[in-house]
Nanobody
Framework: QLQLVESGGGLVQPGGSLRLSCAVAQYTSDNYYIGWLRQAPGKEREFVSCVSSSGVVTNYADSVKGRFTISRDNAKNVVYLQMNSLKAGDTAVYYC?????????????????????WGQGTQVTVSS
């Protein structure tokens, strides 16, 4: 069982930066990958980034490559999403999500169907 709580959202001007945090409470011995997903008004929820249990493997949506960086601190059970050069199109509710894995430590998926534990979301608004 996993519980996830996002924080760090807010209002920022275009070109600015925010860092989102996802605090993870783990109740099993399984490792887990973590993803950041977002949903903008009137649009489908979409994949943003993910990091494997090992912290070595990461994936990014094309729209955020070079601007966003995902990382995890396993000692603190926290996953971060550093967002730089923010654009108006980044405005969305951002969710962290996860899934325990037993046999894989260097894997994280882009498919939203592979995330079954979700946080409550945090609002990011990019506007001048």
């Amino acid at each position: 069982q996993l519980q996830l709580v996002e924080s760090g959202g807010g209002l920022v001007q275009p070109g600015g930066s925010l860092r989102l945090s996802c605090a993870v409470a783990q109740y099993t011995s399984d490792n887990y990958y973590i993803g950041w997903l977002r949903q903008a008004p009137g649009k489908e929820r979409e994949f943003v980034s993910c990091v494997s249990s090992s912290g070595v493997v990461t994936n990014y949506a094309d729209s955020v490559k070079g601007r966003f960086t995902i990382s995890r601190d396993n000692a603190k059970n926290v996953v971060y999403l550093q967002m730089n050069s923010l654009k108006a199109g980044d405005t969305a509710v951002y969710y962290c999500a996860s899934e325990p894995v037993i046999r894989h430590s260097n894997y994280c998926p882009r498919d939203l169907l592979e995330y079954n534990h979700w946080g409550q979301g945090t609002q990011v608004t990019v506007s001048s």
